[in-house]
């Protein structure tokens, strides 16, 4: 069971980031994922979340609108992405992709990948 994240990085203000996370393992692709991020000094928060397959989206009002979550089943594998543009300076955090058999739109998933830090300077 496996869930690795990739894509962070530093980028400018008002610039995109596309955030990737493969799901192995387990049969993910039956799964809801999910993005979540934590900025130093806060709690984990809750992005945006897909179900198995990519027909329902759900967003975080702090991030609706400018995040796109999606996702690609093939291969036996689940690729989940998240595209962020118009980021912000607070939008700097380490983001984490999880993944859980029903939806959850808080931070309690029971798979988590490890964390990709995006930086946004402003």
């Known amino acids: 069971v496996q869930l690795q994240a990739s894509g962070g990085g530093l980028v400018q203000a008002g610039g995109s980031l596309r955030l990737s996370c493969v799901a192995s393992g387990r049969t993910f692709s039956s799964y809801y994922m999910g993005w979540l991020r934590q900025a130093p000094g806060k709690e984990r928060e809750f992005l945006a979340a897909?179900?198995?397959?990519?027909?329902?989206?759900?967003?975080a009002d702090s991030v609706k609108g400018r995040f796109t979550i999606s996702r690609d089943n093939a291969n036996a594998k689940s690729t989940v992405y998240l595209q962020m543009n118009s980021l912000k300076p607070e939008d700097t955090a380490v983001y984490y992709c999880a993944a859980d058999r029903s939806v959850v739109t808080s931070n309690k998933y029971n798979y988590w990948g490890q964390g990709t830090l995006v930086t946004v300077s402003s």
């Open positions: 897909i179900n198995w397959s990519g027909s329902t989206t759900y967003y």
